[in-house]
């Protein structure tokens, strides 16, 4: 009988409304260099993290300026939005709180640098909740490579197949699953056919974050580990 020991959650777009934030700065960064991207082939990157999407978009545009420069203009254009305008999910937050009053671990795994992980989650309140957060750039290869998730696993002495992740983004889903991870799937409303793109997730909320709350993900974790008593 499968048990659930821990429990991972991407950060942007999953915990953080962060997703239309990173759109404007990345667009914003790319047009500075030069290079113009439009709104559908970001949508495209959702997930990536800057780690794989900054090498992507110097190749394609043909950007001499160093990963670090590019890195620190996407970063400050991101935050001088995100200081301003970002929230946390409440329903994905109130999930999280069930999940430690449960006792089960949880941790962060995202593809953000580490100093954004840790000011986004102190200015959404939600630091404190998650005492472990790791970045992709701790790790050798940033998502759809499962390194992050197999990390965290590692740092909270679970296997990785009792894992459950939660992600926004079928680059997020992928590497899940090469983790062997189980993963919930929380797709934003610019993916057109979210059963297609996430169907090897184990559970999809079509509607995305406007279609999820924490008692519909509670009551499929019952169903799915009737081995933890929940």
């Not at 777009?13 to 960064?29: K, N, Q, V």
């Not at 995305?208 to 974790?221: D, P, Q």
Request: charge should be negative.
């Amino acid at each position: 009988m499968s048990k659930l020991e821990a429990i991972l959650f991407d950060m942007d777009g999953t915990l953080l409304d962060s997703e239309p934030i990173w759109l404007r700065a990345d667009l914003a960064m790319i047009a500075s260099y030069g290079g113009f991207m439009t709104e559908e082939e970001h949508d495209a990157c959702i997930g990536m993290g800057s780690k794989t999407f900054i090498p992507m978009i110097k190749e394609k545009y043909g950007i001499e300026a160093s990963f670090d420069e590019i890195k620190e203009f996407q970063e400050k254009t991101y935050l001088e939005i995100a200081r301003a305008e970002l929230r946390a999910f409440p329903e994905m937050v109130e999930f999280a709180k069930w999940a430690r009053g449960q006792g089960i671990p949880i941790a962060i795994a995202s593809g953000s640098t580490g100093p954004i992980i840790e000011e986004m989650t102190e200015l959404t309140g939600i630091r404190d909740l998650f005492p472990l957060r790791i970045s992709s750039h701790e790790v050798g290869k940033g998502k759809p490579a499962p390194d992050v998730f197999i990390e965290a696993a590692s740092r909270l002495k679970v296997k990785p197949g009792n894992c459950l992740v939660l992600e926004d983004s079928p680059l997020g889903v992928e590497a899940a699953l090469s983790a062997g991870m189980y993963s919930v799937a929380v797709p934003p409303p610019v993916v057109p056919d979210p059963r297609n793109m996430l169907k090897k997730a184990d559970l999809v909320f079509e509607d995305g974050m406007v279609g999820f709350t924490s008692e519909k993900l509670i009551t499929w974790l019952k169903e799915k580990f009737p081995g933890n008593g929940f």
